[in-house]
């Protein structure tokens, strides 16, 4: 059974920085997409970053551009999301999700999800 299980997440302060991982299990084949996706209490799931796996392709929504990075470990069966020059803004339950359309605004698309891991930036 594909599974996905986050980690990494927790308190830092503004500024700080977080690495989340997305460890990858029972894949018979490389998914064709893996993303990032993140909730904030009250708000729409918003798309993070997604990377196509076949040329590990990645695009980030703007609101994280420069800050966020992903990184393919794909071939070791998990991928990372380093987040730097975090904000309170960045606050959200954060999801690692595959499967889905190469891009950030369609996470209906994406079959596999991951439980979530909470990252909350304040002072």
């Known amino acids: 059974q594909e599974q996905l299980v986050e980690s990494g997440g927790g308190l830092v302060q503004p500024g700080g920085s977080l690495r989340l991982s997305c460890s990858m299990s029972?894949?018979?084949?490389?998914?064709?997409?893996i993303a990032w996706f993140r909730q904030a209490p009250g708000k729409d799931r918003e798309g993070v970053a997604t990377?196509?796996?076949?040329?590990?392709?990645?695009v980030y929504a703007d609101s994280v551009k420069g800050r966020f990075t992903m990184v393919n470990g794909v071939a070791e069966n998990e991928v990372f999301l380093q987040m730097d020059s975090l904000k309170p803004e960045d606050t959200a339950v954060y999801y690692c999700?595959?499967?889905?359309?190469?891009?950030?605004?369609?996470?209906?698309?994406?079959?596999?999800w991951g439980q979530g891991t909470q990252v909350t930036v304040s002072s």
């Open positions: 990377m196509r796996i076949i040329d590990g392709n990645i």
């Open positions: 999700a595959t499967g889905g359309l190469f891009n950030l605004h369609q996470p209906w698309s994406f079959n596999v």
């Open positions: 029972g894949f018979a084949l490389p998914p064709y997409t």
